[in-house]
């Protein structure tokens, strides 16, 4: 089982000197109600860390789960963990049920383990998000581009 860094699901607190956006801000305002993904995408540096940051101040009925990727969320494991760690901040059942089925997995022999708990972290999101309101749920993966991994 993987202990992960709290740091990792911690979103960068918005600095009081940030350049202010504001039709960037208006443009999630507008796309994340209707949108399932939205892939915000451009140079380091160009301030998608900073801009995401301010998810609470656009959306304060929200809680943005948050994730910090990077080169070894390239497990897929480590990355359910993660994964499971974040959305546990938004409703703990989350975490208890992807943890579950991490544990249970541990030691079972066969190359097709990845494979198999790959799908079963999934159907495992799946059936907590049953019930979820959606609208209520923000999750950013800070960096996705560090994770290479296909699966």
């Known amino acids: 089982m993987f202990r992960l860094p709290k740091t990792k699901f911690l979103p960068p607190q918005p600095h009081q000197k940030r350049m202010h956006r504001p039709q960037l801000e208006q443009c999630l305002r507008d796309l994340l109600p209707q949108s399932r993904i939205i892939l915000i995408c451009a140079p380091a540096g160009y301030g998608k860390t900073s801009l995401l940051a301010c998810l609470p101040a656009l959306f304060p009925k929200n809680k943005p789960a948050w994730?910090?990727?990077d080169t070894e969320d390239n497990d897929p494991v480590?990355?359910?963990a993660g994964l499971g760690e974040?959305?546990?901040e938004i409703n703990p059942r989350f975490r208890d049920e992807l943890t579950a089925l991490l544990a249970a997995s541990t030691?079972?022999?066969g190359s097709?383990?990845?494979e198999i708990l790959l799908r079963q972290g999934m159907v495992t999101l799946i059936?907590?998000?049953a019930g979820q309101d959606f609208n209520e749920i923000?999750?950013?993966l800070d960096?996705?581009?560090a994770v290479e991994n296909p699966a």
């Open 67 to 69: 994730f910090s990727l």
């Open 78 to 80: 480590r990355f359910l």
């Open 143 to 145: 960096d996705l581009h």
């Open 86 to 88: 974040a959305l546990g």
């Open 107 to 109: 030691g079972v022999p």
């Open 138 to 140: 923000i999750l950013v």
């Open 127 to 129: 059936n907590s998000f």
């Open 112 to 114: 097709s383990l990845e």
